[in-house]
């Protein structure tokens, strides 16, 4: 097959069998395929799109590209959640040893913040000691022991994606939503899975800024996986304001200690049994039940131990990480607080130094936001809004000139 040939079908609008996709991911992986043709093929994609079975195709491929994690018959139920990320979206901490307490195992393979959207694996990264980086025995080895298992993607698992990803990073291709259907779901089959939740989100501080945009996002996700032999459900929801009370590393680390003991945020727990019960054995009530009585707070902890964590640390992640200034953003109004944009705050926190701009940036686990005050709240001249977490007076004081922006009080 001539790659410039299937380049030029794509750019006009052809449809690629998926021998053509098959060839074309394969050469890419073994660097048969230079990057300026890979490029030039996801610019096509992105401007002409792709048909669901090109889609598929694409995320077969890829998954195909590298190993897979494999399992036994008569090994439990594998499950798992994926979220297109937000502010404050914690959610994973506390949903996989949930979902491990009812006798499902949850194989998670997360990824890293980008931009203002935190990521599972540098929130993981506060607890001291811990290690996302396991090889696939390791990996078998916690599930085996705890039921789950919360890493990032190994060497082995879709190559082609990490190539792809970091390609369509810096060739403005990665808002293309067939490429990004292949890309998450080609991880996510990867783990081998009975049953997968898609959390897909909209809003100011989402990847997907229309509600049209996620729908549409969600209905390619739900197709590859049920094409795939996943079940496959979604609960699509606005990212208007932050998740739960926090937004930055040990922050929300400290916020899920405090949901896996059951005691909120009321808005953290309700996402996390939503998701969690679109993919359980158990309802909603069980799940609950089992969250309340600290049975996923222990099985957390074991996770944590397993995997290389300092479990003593876990009920005082913000003396561990404590950042040298902290300051109160005050109403300065009374009335019902309507905005607590979840943008504004991300991109805040993001300038905190607690995220990343570009893939190598270093990354500061005590700053970020926290006691963040929800919407609907009546509140009064004076009350604590948020909490400003920096590492320095000058980023304190330009945070909370800043903030003010991001927040309506009527
Ligand atoms: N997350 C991924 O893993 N891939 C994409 O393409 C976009 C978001």
Redesign the pocket.
């Known amino acids: 097959m001539h790659i410039p040939t299937l380049i030029e079908h794509k750019r006009d609008g052809g449809v690629l069998s998926s021998g053509d996709i098959r060839h074309v991911i394969d050469a890419f992986t073994r660097g048969d395929m230079p990057e300026y043709q890979m490029s030039a093929l996801a610019m096509a994609i992105y401007f002409r799109g792709m048909t669901p079975e090109e889609t598929a195709a694409l995320t077969e491929a890829m998954l195909h590209s590298g190993t897979m994690l494999l399992w036994n018959d008569h090994d439990p139920m594998r499950v798992d959640k994926h979220s297109?990320?937000g502010i404050g979206d914690k959610t994973s901490l506390i949903l996989a040893p949930l979902l491990a307490c009812d006798n499902v195992w949850v194989p998670m393979i997360s990824?890293r913040g980008l931009g203002i959207t935190g990521g599972t694996l540098d929130k993981l990264e506060s607890i001291p000691g811990f290690r996302t980086q396991l090889n696939e025995v390791e990996i078998h080895n916690v599930i085996d022991r705890i039921g789950c298992v919360m890493v990032g993607q190994t060497a082995g698992i879709c190559p082609a994606?990490k190539k792809l990803?970091a390609l369509?990073d810096v060739t403005g291709t990665?808002p293309s939503i067939p490429?990004?259907t292949a890309?998450?779901m080609s991880?996510k089959l990867a783990e081998g899975l009975n049953r997968l939740v898609l959390d897909v989100k909209w809003g100011s501080g989402a990847?997907m800024k229309t509600e049209a945009d996620a729908h549409h996002l969600a209905q390619s996700l739900v197709t590859v996986g049920q094409a795939m032999g996943v079940r496959s459900s979604v609960r699509l929801s606005a990212m208007n304001e932050p998740t739960g009370e926090s937004a930055g590393n040990a922050l929300e680390v400290a916020e899920c200690v405090r949901c896996l003991k059951g005691e909120g945020p009321q808005d953290l727990e309700d996402i996390v049994l939503d998701l969690a019960s679109a993919v359980s054995i158990s309802p909603r009530a069980e799940l609950r039940a089992m969250l309340h009585r600290g049975e996923a707070w222990l099985k957390f902890q074991k996770m944590v131990q397993a995997q290389g964590g300092n479990v003593e640390t876990l009920e005082k992640m913000t003396s561990v990480h404590r950042a040298p200034f902290i300051g109160e953003l005050k109403a300065t109004a009374s009335g019902t607080l309507t905005k607590m944009d979840a943008g504004g705050i991300g991109q805040a926190v993001l300038e905190l130094g607690a995220g990343r701009s570009k893939a190598a940036d270093p990354i500061d686990y005590a700053v970020g936001c926290d006691q963040i005050a929800k919407t609907g709240t009546q509140v009064q001249a004076g009350d604590v809004l948020l909490r400003v977490h920096a590492r320095t007076k000058g980023a304190l004081f330009r945070t909370l000139d800043l903030l003010p922006h991001s927040i309506e009080i009527v």
Request: aromatic share 16%; glycine share 16%.
């Open positions: 297109t990320g990824g994606d990803y369509r990665v490429l990004i890309s998450i991880k990847f």
